[in-house]
């Protein structure tokens, strides 16, 4: 699993996925930003967050956990 730390303002709460276009951000704590390069699902092979987005119905506004 990959992910890239952003500096950027964000709003949101602590969990709270942000889609944007191909990308997918989570809001953290303090106005930090993480973006998930890689992911993969229980049971799945790895994908890219394009590739991931594209099979799975997330959208802006969901949170993690």
């Known amino acids: 699993h ?4 952003l500096s950027g303002d964000l709003a949101g709460t602590p969990g709270e ?3 944007k ?3 997918l951000l989570v809001v953290c704590a303090q106005g930090s930003v993480l973006e998930l390069l890689e992911l993969q699902a229980e049971g799945k092979k790895r994908m ?4 991931f987005l594209r099979g799975n ?3 802006s506004g969901q949170r993690l956990g």
């Open 2 to 5: 990959q992910l890239r730390p």
């Open 17 to 19: 996925i942000v889609v």
């Open 21 to 23: 276009g191909d990308r």
């Open 48 to 51: 890219n967050a394009a590739e």
């Open 57 to 59: 119905a997330i959208k």
